[in-house]
């Protein structure tokens, strides 16, 4: 019903930058809140960063001040602009988001995108 496709991985140098992208389509009425996760080899799967639907921000402490979350509400769009990265950063990157399908549907369904690779060399 709903479909999340990411783009914006790849490979950076330590100290790049790189800007993700996740575009939700489909059936939605609205998007409670939209978030990054990401996963390493051999590690959980931890998050990252999330944003409710009034725009207020959550980061994890390890990416505090390096990245960015917003979203293009119109578009149904999450971006995650990562600057000073790391080689501690490099995982799978995923986005997830917590929407409604219609407007007398209350239930809030939880949808994941495919994943990203970021990968980060020293």
């Known amino acids: 019903q709903v479909h999340l496709v990411e783009s914006g991985g790849g490979l950076v140098q330590a100290g790049g930058s790189l800007r993700l992208s996740c575009a939700a389509s489909?059936?939605?009425?609205?998007?409670?809140?939209m978030f990054w996760y990401r996963q390493a080899p051999g590690k959980q799967r931890e998050l990252v960063a999330g944003i409710t639907s009034s725009g207020s921000t959550h980061y994890a402490d390890s990416v505090k001040g390096r990245f960015t979350i917003s979203r293009d509400n119109a578009k149904n769009t999450v971006y995650l602009q990562m600057n000073s990265l790391k080689p501690d950063d490099a995982a799978v990157y995923y986005c997830n988001v917590l929407l409604r399908h219609t407007s007398t549907d209350w239930t809030v369904n939880d949808y994941w995108g495919q994943g990203t690779q970021v990968t980060v060399s020293s």
């Open positions: 489909g059936r939605i009425f609205s998007i409670n809140a």
